[in-house]
């Protein structure tokens, strides 16, 4: 008998070298093996440093507390999530004029993964990304084979569709000339701080509809949006329950990158057609139910306090903290003649390097100012030639960052 061996998705080897955000880690590893004196002040990766609001740690710990008693204690839940976090979830849509069931909300444990699993509910089709953009979009539908191979010329993979956004056009892009299928946007934007108005959403809106195409619109930052006038979710757009399915996150909001917690809107006006007109709603639940067994009911109950008036109006107090360190960040670097982009309705500011390559910049920030960023280009090939900048930190580690570079870059 011939022995046949298990085989590995072989889309994974097209994936390049490694993950952005452990590689700036292992970098900035190697330097301080040889710098082992160095402070390193890290605006790299966007992960929150300040400590959980009271209300939601009080929520936390009678949610632990719960589980000590027979009484009290919960197993498995939903897999689509509680139902008192999905029933406050459709009523933060309702209090912003957005109508959305209950049975439209999936709680999940980020947008990370649920931004990653969307794509499998899709059939082959053309994936179009903003470029620069969260490499996670782009990763997910290599490993799932909707794209070719890496082109090392261009540095974008064969048959997706990169649409640029540069200072030119504001950092929003134009709709597709010809056809795609699925487009992902992000407002506000990781890694540029872009936000779109209503009007540059309703231009993908329209596209979407008229071309049957899916947007998976990442929000992940949308309590960072202080401008009334701008949207916080493309449900503000007239049409988009039509053509989007929305991903936003506790993590940001209210400081869960540890504790895990967001949700993905999947409206029931959501149809495709393909062979048969199928409820993309039906098809994600099926996924969920299959892959997931639901967000943690710690997490759950800490999302309901977060969501409690006493928990936004704690949590909005340390986004506008870190909104006061992007504020320091962008200052500084203009003050030494960068042009810098975002950091005013986002906690991403967007630096040009002045002519330098993403890569090179970033080792030069590192070994003269000890402040690591995020290279442009890590984002894809229009990133390049930017340094991204996050103002997730302690205040005076942004001071002591922003102090370094006035001091100490040489350029
Ligand atoms: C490093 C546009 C950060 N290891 O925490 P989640 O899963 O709810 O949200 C992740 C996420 C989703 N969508 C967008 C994001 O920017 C993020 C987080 N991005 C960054 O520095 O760009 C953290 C990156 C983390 C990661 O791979 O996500």
Same mark, same amino acid.
């Given at each position: ?195 779109? =108005?209503?009007? $540059?959403? #309703? &231009? ?6 008229? +071309? ?6 990442? *929000? @992940? ?61 039906? =098809?994600?639940? $099926?996924? #969920? &139910? ?6 943690? +009911? ?6 309901? *306090? @977060? ?61 003269? =100012? ?20 996050? *103002? ?20």
């Amino acid at each position: 008998m011939v022995m046949t061996m298990a085989t590995i998705n072989l889309n994974y080897d097209k994936l390049g070298s490694g993950y952005l955000f452990p590689q700036i880690a292992e970098r900035t590893q190697i330097f301080l093996d040889k710098n082992q004196d160095a402070k390193i002040m890290k605006l790299g990766i966007g992960n929150t440093t300040e400590k959980l609001v009271p209300s939601i740690i009080e929520a936390l710990h009678d949610s632990v507390d719960n589980l000590a008693h027979n009484e009290t204690y919960t197993g498995y839940g939903d897999e689509q999530g509680n139902s008192i976090l999905r029933n406050l979830i459709a009523e933060q849509y309702a209090a912003r004029g957005i109508h959305i069931e209950p049975s439209e909300i999936f709680v999940s444990d980020g947008a990370k993964p649920d931004s990653a699993n969307i794509q499998s509910i899709f059939g082959q089709g053309i994936v179009a990304v903003q470029c620069p953009s969260y490499p996670v979009y782009v990763d997910t539908n290599v490993i799932d084979g909707r794209t070719g191979e890496f082109d090392e010329e261009t540095q974008q993979y064969e048959g997706i569709v990169y649409m640029p956004c540069t200072a030119e056009n504001d950092f929003f892009p134009e709709v597709p000339t010809g056809k795609v299928d699925i487009i992902y946007l992000c407002s506000p934007n990781n890694p540029t701080g872009a936000v779109a =108005t209503k009007e $540059q959403l #309703q &231009t993908f809106v329209d596209y979407a509809i008229d +071309n049957k195409a899916v947007i998976i619109f990442d *929000a @992940a930052y949308a309590q960072y949006i202080s401008d009334p006038n701008l949207p916080k979710s493309i449900y503000e757009v007239p049409g988009a329950k039509e053509c989007a399915v929305e991903i936003c996150s506790f993590s940001k909001s209210a400081g869960f990158t540890g504790v895990r917690l967001g949700h993905t809107v999947v409206p029931m006006d959501l149809v495709v057609e393909d062979t048969e007109r199928k409820q993309l709603n039906t =098809t994600w639940n $099926q996924r #969920q &139910t299959r892959f997931f067994n639901g967000a943690s +009911n710690i997490s759950q109950d800490g999302g309901l *306090a @977060a969501l409690s008036e006493q928990g936004l109006k704690e949590s909005q107090s340390v986004i506008d903290y870190y909104m006061e360190n992007a504020r320091i960040i962008k200052e500084g670097v203009e003050s030494l003649g960068f042009t810098a982009y975002g950091g005013v309705n986002a906690p991403y500011v967007w630096m040009n390097t002045k002519g330098m390559k993403s890569w090179d910049f970033f080792d030069k920030l590192l070994e003269e =100012t000890h402040v690591v960023g995020t290279p442009g280009v890590g984002f894809g090939p229009n990133g390049e030639g930017f340094i991204r900048l996050s *103002a997730f930190g302690h205040r005076e580690d942004i001071e002591e960052a922003v102090d370094s570079m006035i001091q100490n870059l040489k350029m």
